[in-house]
C-alpha cells in the first residue's frame, strides 16, 4: 500500500510561485506512475502532470506546459510540482496520486490512480 502526503500549498498572488511536495512511503517500483491532479470548486478533477517513478518521460497538460515542472527525488521519497507564472484558474485542491503503470495515453484519467494523497490547497489571488 502507498501512502502519500502532500504539503507546500498556500495563497499566492498570480504570477508567483509555489512548490508542491508529496512525500511517498510503501512500495513504488520504477514502474510507477506519480502525478499531480487538482479539483476547483464545481469542477472535474483533472490532471496536471505525471512522471514515471523511475525517472524518464513527463506528461503535463497543456494549460500548465512551460509554467510548470514535475520533478523527484528518490533519495527522499519526494514528488514535486513547481509552479510558476500563477493564474487565477490555477486555484483549486492539488492531489498527489500513484498507480502502477505509466504512458501518455491515460495519465490524465484520474480514476485508474488508486493512491492519492490528502491534498494540498493553492489559491491565486489578483
Known amino acids: 500500500q502507498v501512502q502519500l502526503v502532500e504539503s507546500g500549498g498556500g495563497s499566492v498572488q498570480a504570477g508567483g510561485s509555489l512548490r508542491l511536495s508529496c512525500a511517498s512511503s510503501g512500495y513504488i517500483d520504477s514502474g510507477y506512475c506519480m502525478g499531480w491532479f487538482r479539483q476547483a470548486p464545481g469542477k472535474e478533477r483533472e490532471g496536471v502532470a505525471a512522471m514515471f517513478s523511475g525517472g524518464g518521460s513527463t506528461y503535463y497538460d497543456d494549460s500548465v506546459k512551460g509554467r510548470f515542472a514535475i520533478s523527484q527525488d528518490n533519495a527522499k521519497n519526494t514528488l514535486y510540482l513547481e509552479m510558476n507564472s500563477l493564474k487565477l484558474e490555477d486555484t483549486a485542491m492539488y492531489y498527489c496520486?500513484?498507480?502502477?503503470?505509466?504512458?501518455?495515453?491515460?495519465?490524465?484519467?484520474?480514476?485508474?490512480?488508486?493512491?492519492w494523497g490528502q491534498g494540498t490547497q493553492v489559491t491565486v489571488s489578483s
Open positions: 496520486a500513484a498507480r502502477s503503470y505509466c504512458g501518455s495515453a491515460s495519465w490524465q484519467y484520474w480514476w485508474t490512480f488508486d493512491s
